[in-house]
């Protein structure tokens, strides 16, 4: 937490159980804009499900959650997308078949007063935010199915910034990535910062998480068990991710 700074986004005492099992217990967190916050843990610490409750997927059984200091409610999706939430989970839920631009857009289609897609102007806007986020791909007008799983995952990254958003939850976007297409990746997640937006990076390799994150916090079976700064150690965010440590600051 940042003393004197109310967070873009905050959560308070999040619990959320699945019959018998306690997904999350009391959790909270802060977000902050130009802040990169990794959310660390081993399967089953509850990182999901918390980024499913951000995203307006799952809600809570108790808790709250505020931003900019006001409660807020997120019983769904485009809920949460109209308050400025905007998530990549693992899936990408992009589209094999369609270009670039038609994937950044997908949903938020433009159509001029004549009911006519304004395909020049997605492009245009499309480029500038390619741009913007330093993503390289062979055309805005490429299939998706001929990029890269790198190119994938910056283009759903790009689909995110469409909607205005102040938070981006990025559920493991670099799982599965050559070291070249992960680098690319976590530049994205740097410009994403530079543009003012809160950052919550979802992630098992703590080089990633240790390269962008301004700050970690562990969860450990549905618990908060640490909140490192980013240039903390290998060993300290893993003992508290083992539990061989107590919480730290």
């Known amino acids: 937490m940042t003393p004197g700074r109310t967070p873009l986004l905050a959560l308070r005492q999040i619990s959320k159980n699945f019959g018998a099992v306690e997904a999350l217990v009391g959790v909270d967190l802060d977000v902050h804009a130009h802040e990169v916050v990794a959310l660390v843990g081993d399967n089953g610490a509850g990182k999901s499900t918390l980024a499913k409750v951000i995203a307006g997927v799952l809600q809570p059984d108790s808790g709250l959650i505020e931003m900019d200091g006001a409660p807020v409610t997120l019983p769904s999706a485009s809920a ?3 308050l400025g939430v905007a998530s990549v989970f693992q899936d990408l839920a992009l589209c094999e078949n369609l270009d670039v631009t038609a994937n950044v857009f997908l949903g938020r289609e433009m159509y001029n007063r004549a009911g006519l897609l304004q395909e020049g102007q ?12 330093t993503v390289r791909v062979p055309s805005i007008r490429t299939p998706l199915r001929h990029l890269s799983g790198g190119q994938r995952q910056a283009v759903a990254i790009a689909r995110t910034v469409i909607g ?6 990025l559920d493991e976007p670099t799982a599965a990535l050559s ?3 992960t680098a690319e990746v976590l530049t994205h997640i ?13 992630s098992h390799n703590l080089n990633d998480v240790r390269a962008v994150a301004d700050r970690v916090e562990v969860l450990r079976h549905g618990r908060n068990n640490g909140s490192f700064r980013g240039d903390a150690s290998h060993e300290e965010i893993l003992a508290a991710i083992t539990g061989a440590g107590s919480p730290s600051l």
Not at 122 to 133: I, K, N, Q, S, V
């Open 122 to 133: 997605m492009e245009t806007e499309t480029r500038a935010l390619l741009r913007d986020l």
């Open 179 to 181: 070291v070249a297409h």
């Open 164 to 169: 205005n958003p102040r938070i981006v939850v």
């Open 80 to 82: 949460a997308n109209r």
């Open 190 to 202: 740097e410009r994403l910062r530079g543009m003012g937006l809160g950052v919550i990076l979802i």
